[in-house]
């Protein structure tokens, strides 16, 4: 059986957008996930502690056979390859990958909550969602709904084509 699920990337140390295309192939080359839609990638200034760069965002449509956990791990492999290195919660960091909704499904693991728990107070994660899935619901609202009424100030495109991570010479 295969799910949908959607993945919120970004990081701010090095070549973030190279780092977020390697992931994003990585994963599409995984034999249980295919990443079937990317946003456009976005710039948003640093949430919750502030002193840090920029970050870089977007987010994915994948379609798997992994069960969440498995999808989960999957991605902090990436994480890994990446060399997120965690020293300060949500400070600086190459890259990051959050599961964000599994299809139909909640969950409140302290592992792995779903859908995930602090997307909703974050604009540069329901803006680039509801780009690739703005009649996705989440409790009982669409992505679309939610992204409107979040705080977009300082979100900024960077590049609008869909495909900029399948892009070797970003990379
Ligand atoms: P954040 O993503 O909030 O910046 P981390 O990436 O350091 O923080 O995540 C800390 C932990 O959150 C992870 O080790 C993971 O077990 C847990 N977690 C709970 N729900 C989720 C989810 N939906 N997606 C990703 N991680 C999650
Ligand atoms: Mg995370």
Redesign the pocket.
Known sequence: MTQKAW??L?GNIGDVRAALAVALRNLSAHQAIKVTGVSPLYKTPPW?VEDQPWFFNCCAEVVTKLA?EDL?FA??EQ?RLGK?E?IQ??GP?TI?????V?ESLEQF???????????LERAFVLVPLADIAPKLQIHNRTTKKWARESDQKGLEVVDTTNDWWRNTDAA
């Not at 990051?96 to 964000?100: A, E, S």
């Open positions: 993945l919120g970004g919750g969440p989960l991605c902090q994480e997120r965690r919660r949500w960091r990051d990958i959050d599961i964000l599994y693991d302290p592992g792995l909550t779903l859908p995930h728990p602090r997307m």
